[in-house]
């Protein structure tokens, strides 16, 4: 577990572009952060930094514990999930086998994957391809994930853009309980998400 998240002085740089400068962010445990901005600020980019997808150019990315400062990659394995703008998911499997997978990568386990698809309501679509799931399908087995092992830090990009409104309000649900539970968000929204944010603006 994680006490806190402090992002210092970030810049960050995609191509010949450098996307922002000077950013500087606290997260604590409990807490939820939305970035907000325009398309190409760097919002998706900010989220690949924090996970460990994408350098920065400048500035610090500290993860905090109980004693202190952890080593970034070891404090990464342990507690940040991402659920990416694509899902993630391997088109070709089925979807019990992809979410089976995916939670023992990340910890979890056989039960606790198919207790995470019952959660989220897509227990009957288990045994078909991933490839035939709807987009709001797909992106409730990549948040089964999530639930099924679970870290401290989320990272969300755009988690609802394609749920109706019962699965958004379910999983403004288990945003509640992981915050509640000392857990941590941030996420590159458009949308509101259906919680209580700190809403934080990416500039270019």
């Known amino acids: 577990m994680i006490s806190a998240l402090k992002i210092e002085d970030l810049a960050i740089q995609r191509g010949e572009r450098v996307l ?9 445990a409990g807490e939820a952060v939305a970035l907000i901005g325009a398309n190409g600020a760097g919002k998706t980019s900010l989220l690949r930094a924090v996970a460990g997808f994408l350098r920065p150019i400048a500035g ?6 109980a004693d202190g400062p952890l080593p970034a990659d070891d404090a990464r ?8 703008h694509q899902d993630g998911l391997k088109p070709g499997r089925r979807a019990r086998e992809e979410l089976i997978f995916q939670a023992r990568w990340t910890g979890g386990d056989e039960p606790a994957a198919l207790a ?11 045994d078909l391809e991933v490839r035939v799931l709807s987009a709001g399908q797909r992106r409730r087995l990549a948040l089964a994930r999530i ?3 679970p870290r401290a830090l989320w990272l969300l990009d755009e988690p609802l853009a394609p749920l109706d ?3 958004r309000a379910l999983v403004g649900t288990l945003m509640t309980e992981h915050l509640d539970g000392g857990g941590m968000i941030l996420a590159a929204v458009h949308d509101p ?9 990416i500039v270019g």
Do not use: Q
């Not at 394995?77 to 990416?84: D, E, F, N, P, S």
């Not at 995470?116 to 288990?126: E, P, Q």
């Open 77 to 84: 394995r342990a507690v940040c999930h991402m659920v990416g």
């Open 116 to 126: 995470a698809a019952a959660r989220l309501g897509i227990t009957r679509l288990l």
């Open 147 to 149: 639930i099924a092992s």
């Open 60 to 65: 610090s990315l500290t993860f905090i514990g």
């Open 193 to 201: 998400l259906p919680i209580a944010v700190r809403t934080v603006e």
């Open 165 to 167: 409104a019962a699965s």
């Open 20 to 28: 922002f400068r000077n950013f500087s962010l606290e997260i604590a």
